[in-house]
Protein backbone atom coordinates (compact mmCIF):
# COMPACT_ATOMS: atom_id res chain seq x y z
CA UNK A 1 0.00 0.00 0.00
CA UNK A 2 1.21 3.69 -0.82
CA UNK A 3 0.90 6.30 1.78
CA UNK A 4 -2.05 7.60 -0.67
CA UNK A 5 -3.91 4.61 -1.29
CA UNK A 6 -4.39 3.56 2.19
CA UNK A 7 -7.12 0.65 3.19
CA UNK A 8 -10.18 0.43 1.20
CA UNK A 9 -12.81 2.74 2.59
CA UNK A 10 -9.85 4.67 4.01
CA UNK A 11 -8.78 8.34 3.18
CA UNK A 12 -5.20 8.80 2.91
CA UNK A 13 -5.42 10.07 6.44
CA UNK A 14 -6.66 7.18 7.63
CA UNK A 15 -9.92 8.23 8.46
CA UNK A 16 -13.03 5.83 7.61
CA UNK A 17 -15.48 7.35 4.77
CA UNK A 18 -19.14 7.27 5.91
CA UNK A 19 -21.30 4.57 4.06
CA UNK A 20 -25.01 6.32 4.36
CA UNK A 21 -26.34 4.18 1.43
CA UNK A 22 -25.43 0.93 2.99
CA UNK A 23 -26.26 1.46 6.26
CA UNK A 24 -29.68 3.62 5.19
CA UNK A 25 -30.17 -0.22 2.79
CA UNK A 26 -29.62 -1.90 5.77
CA UNK A 27 -32.12 -0.08 8.06
CA UNK A 28 -34.87 -0.42 5.31
CA UNK A 29 -34.58 -4.38 4.95
CA UNK A 30 -34.39 -4.63 8.71
CA UNK A 31 -37.57 -2.66 8.93
CA UNK A 32 -39.60 -4.80 6.48
CA UNK A 33 -38.67 -8.00 7.61
CA UNK A 34 -40.05 -6.58 10.87
CA UNK A 35 -42.81 -5.25 9.81
CA UNK A 36 -43.73 -8.63 7.59
CA UNK A 37 -43.21 -11.06 11.01
CA UNK A 38 -45.63 -8.69 12.79
CA UNK A 39 -48.10 -8.65 10.07
CA UNK A 40 -47.72 -12.48 9.89
CA UNK A 41 -48.20 -13.14 13.62
CA UNK A 42 -51.57 -10.60 13.21
CA UNK A 43 -52.84 -12.56 10.30
CA UNK A 44 -51.79 -15.67 12.47
CA UNK A 45 -54.11 -14.52 15.63
CA UNK A 46 -57.17 -14.01 13.05
CA UNK A 47 -56.88 -16.92 11.38
CA UNK A 48 -58.42 -19.37 13.72
CA UNK A 49 -61.55 -18.71 15.26
CA UNK A 50 -62.47 -18.86 19.02
CA UNK A 51 -63.85 -22.44 20.32
CA UNK A 52 -67.24 -22.53 20.34
CA UNK A 53 -68.63 -22.39 24.78
CA UNK A 54 -68.84 -26.29 25.53
CA UNK A 55 -66.95 -27.63 22.82
CA UNK A 56 -65.26 -30.76 24.60
CA UNK A 57 -61.19 -31.55 23.88
CA UNK A 58 -60.80 -35.24 24.73
CA UNK A 59 -57.18 -36.63 25.45
CA UNK A 60 -55.81 -39.38 27.26
CA UNK A 61 -53.40 -39.85 29.97
CA UNK A 62 -50.09 -40.43 28.99
CA UNK A 63 -47.83 -39.75 32.17
CA UNK A 64 -48.77 -39.66 35.73
CA UNK A 65 -46.01 -39.03 38.53
CA UNK A 66 -46.39 -38.48 42.34
CA UNK A 67 -43.76 -36.03 42.63
CA UNK A 68 -41.45 -34.47 40.33
CA UNK A 69 -39.48 -32.57 42.96
CA UNK A 70 -39.56 -32.12 46.99
CA UNK A 71 -43.01 -30.74 48.03
CA UNK A 72 -44.57 -31.33 44.47
CA UNK A 73 -48.18 -32.97 44.41
CA UNK A 74 -49.40 -35.90 41.74
CA UNK A 75 -50.47 -34.99 38.40
CA UNK A 76 -51.18 -36.20 34.80
CA UNK A 77 -50.43 -35.18 31.88
CA UNK A 78 -52.22 -35.35 28.54
CA UNK A 79 -51.80 -34.12 25.10
CA UNK A 80 -53.91 -34.49 21.67
CA UNK A 81 -54.41 -32.62 18.40
CA UNK A 82 -56.31 -31.87 15.72
CA UNK A 83 -57.38 -28.53 16.97
CA UNK A 84 -59.03 -26.12 14.48
CA UNK A 85 -59.89 -23.56 16.34
CA UNK A 86 -58.29 -21.32 19.58
CA UNK A 87 -58.63 -22.41 22.78
CA UNK A 88 -59.48 -20.92 25.52
CA UNK A 89 -58.36 -22.77 28.61
CA UNK A 90 -57.48 -21.40 31.93
CA UNK A 91 -55.49 -23.04 34.94
CA UNK A 92 -57.98 -24.40 37.27
CA UNK A 93 -60.34 -24.83 34.43
CA UNK A 94 -61.92 -29.05 35.77
CA UNK A 95 -61.12 -32.01 34.03
CA UNK A 96 -63.67 -34.17 33.28
CA UNK A 97 -64.33 -37.76 32.92
CA UNK A 98 -66.94 -39.91 31.65
CA UNK A 99 -69.80 -40.89 33.78
CA UNK A 100 -72.45 -43.02 33.79
CA UNK A 101 -74.34 -40.16 34.78
CA UNK A 102 -73.22 -37.81 32.36
CA UNK A 103 -69.53 -36.37 33.76
CA UNK A 104 -67.84 -36.21 36.63
CA UNK A 105 -64.88 -33.58 37.31
CA UNK A 106 -61.23 -35.72 38.35
CA UNK A 107 -59.37 -32.71 38.36
CA UNK A 108 -58.03 -29.47 37.62
CA UNK A 109 -55.71 -27.75 35.01
CA UNK A 110 -52.06 -26.95 36.43
CA UNK A 111 -50.45 -26.33 33.05
CA UNK A 112 -51.29 -25.99 29.49
CA UNK A 113 -49.50 -25.58 26.15
CA UNK A 114 -50.68 -24.77 22.88
CA UNK A 115 -48.89 -25.55 19.53
CA UNK A 116 -50.59 -23.67 16.85
CA UNK A 117 -48.54 -25.31 14.38
CA UNK A 118 -49.37 -28.80 15.01
CA UNK A 119 -52.89 -27.81 16.72
CA UNK A 120 -52.40 -29.93 19.49
CA UNK A 121 -52.26 -29.03 23.43
CA UNK A 122 -50.28 -30.49 26.11
CA UNK A 123 -52.36 -30.60 29.70
CA UNK A 124 -51.52 -31.01 33.09
CA UNK A 125 -54.37 -31.25 35.74
CA UNK A 126 -54.18 -32.44 39.49
CA UNK A 127 -56.34 -34.75 40.63
CA UNK A 128 -59.51 -34.17 42.52
CA UNK A 129 -59.58 -36.25 45.95
CA UNK A 130 -59.88 -39.74 46.03
CA UNK A 131 -60.12 -39.97 41.93
CA UNK A 132 -58.37 -42.73 40.23
CA UNK A 133 -56.96 -41.85 37.30
CA UNK A 134 -54.55 -44.45 35.03
CA UNK A 135 -52.24 -43.87 32.34
CA UNK A 136 -54.63 -44.58 29.24
CA UNK A 137 -57.71 -43.11 30.79
CA UNK A 138 -59.32 -40.59 28.35
CA UNK A 139 -60.10 -37.68 29.79
CA UNK A 140 -61.84 -33.93 28.43
CA UNK A 141 -61.71 -30.14 29.21
CA UNK A 142 -63.99 -27.29 27.41
CA UNK A 143 -61.86 -25.82 25.51
CA UNK A 144 -64.01 -22.27 26.01
CA UNK A 145 -65.90 -22.59 29.16
CA UNK A 146 -68.38 -19.89 30.19
CA UNK A 147 -67.02 -17.32 33.35
CA UNK A 148 -67.69 -18.70 36.58
CA UNK A 149 -69.02 -15.58 37.64
CA UNK A 150 -71.25 -14.40 34.79
CA UNK A 151 -74.89 -12.62 35.84
CA UNK A 152 -77.21 -14.46 34.77
CA UNK A 153 -79.57 -10.95 34.86
CA UNK A 154 -77.26 -10.19 31.67
CA UNK A 155 -75.88 -6.72 33.62
CA UNK A 156 -78.96 -5.70 34.50
CA UNK A 157 -79.81 -3.75 38.17
CA UNK A 158 -82.23 -5.62 40.02
Do not use: C
Amino acid sequence: MTMHQGRRGQAAGGSMRPLPGAALLGLLVTTLATSAGNARADEGQTALPLAPPGMAFRFEVIESHDADYLGDTPAHLGKNGGLTVRPQVALGDPVYRKAVTGRIRVGHVTRVTWSRVAGSLELEFDPEPFQRIAVGDEVWIDLNPAPADVDPSGGRER
